[in-house]
Nanobody, 122 residues
Framework: QVQLVESGGGLVQAGGSLRLSCAASGRTFSNLSMGWFRQAPGKEREFVATISWKGGTTLYADSVKGRFTISRDNAKNTVYLQMNSLKAEDTAFYYC???????????????WGQGTQVTVSS
């Protein structure tokens, strides 16, 4: 089993930045592909970004490409999501997820965190 704990969410003005962190414990973190998803009120959960276990492959949703950066530090068992140029439409609950195997942009992940709220004021 893997436990994932997100942090770093909060309230920020449009145009600002936040960095989310996701700390993992349990099985070997470095073997997992990791992803970030988000869910806004009244909407379905959507893919944001994903990174392969070595960090060599990253994929992003079109809506965040060029503004968000996913990275990982396997020595610290942590994955990050740097969010710049935030917009009101980025407001959502952000979830960290891990899966055994290659990166996926769908929700087919094995492990999920509890999430952290990001609110962008316009």
């Amino acid at each position: 089993q893997v436990q994932l704990v997100e942090s770093g969410g909060g309230l920020v003005q449009a145009g600002g930045s936040l960095r989310l962190s996701c700390a993992a414990s349990g099985r070997t973190f470095s073997n997992l592909s990791m992803g970030w998803f988000r869910q806004a009120p009244g909407k379905e959960r959507e893919f944001v970004a994903t990174i392969s276990w070595k960090g060599g492959t990253t994929l992003y949703a079109d809506s965040v490409k060029g503004r968000f950066t996913i990275s990982r530090d396997n020595a610290k068992n942590t994955v990050y999501l740097q969010m710049n140029s935030l917009k009101a439409e980025d407001t959502a609950f952000y979830y960290c997820a891990g899966r055994v195997g290659v990166v996926r942009t769908s929700g087919s992940y094995d492990y999920w965190g509890q999430g952290t709220q990001v609110t962008v004021s316009s």
